[in-house]
């Protein structure tokens, strides 16, 4: 089975750039699936960023990453990242990497998900 181990987290200032890291651990193959990045802000829901289809042609933001943030894949790594820059103190939460068998951006249709990875950014 296929696990998602997330790096890349760690306390940042308001107005930086930080890449996450996304690394699909053996199982299934990595490159049929699309891969999608989530987060949750302190007593909150889980919401979704990016998401990015298997082939790498396909993505889509959430409102919250459009212009600020791009993710990106290296299917011969079995990597997948989320660079977000222009930071803010919104933007503190633990981000998740999922893995999804189709395009998707509901939580709910993605079966892998890592163990999540902290971001906190201060003002």
């Known amino acids: 089975q296929m696990q998602l181990v997330e790096s890349g987290g760690g306390l940042v200032q308001a107005g930086d750039s930080l890449r996450l890291s996304c690394n699909a651990t053996s199982g299934r193959t990595f490159s049929t699936y699309a891969m999608g990045w989530f987060r949750q802000p302190p007593g909150k829901e889980r919401e979704f960023l990016a998401v990015i289809a298997w082939s790498g042609h396909s993505v889509k933001y959430a409102d919250s990453m459009r212009g600020r943030g791009t993710i990106s894949r290296d299917n011969a790594k079995n990597m997948a990242y989320l660079q977000i820059n222009s930071l803010k103190p919104e933007d503190t939460a633990v981000y998740f990497c999922?893995?999804?068998?189709?395009?998707?951006?509901?939580?709910?249709?993605?079966?892998?998900w890592g163990q999540g990875t902290q971001v906190t950014v201060s003002s």
């Open positions: 999922a893995a999804s068998p189709g395009y998707s951006w509901h939580p709910r249709d993605f079966d892998t």
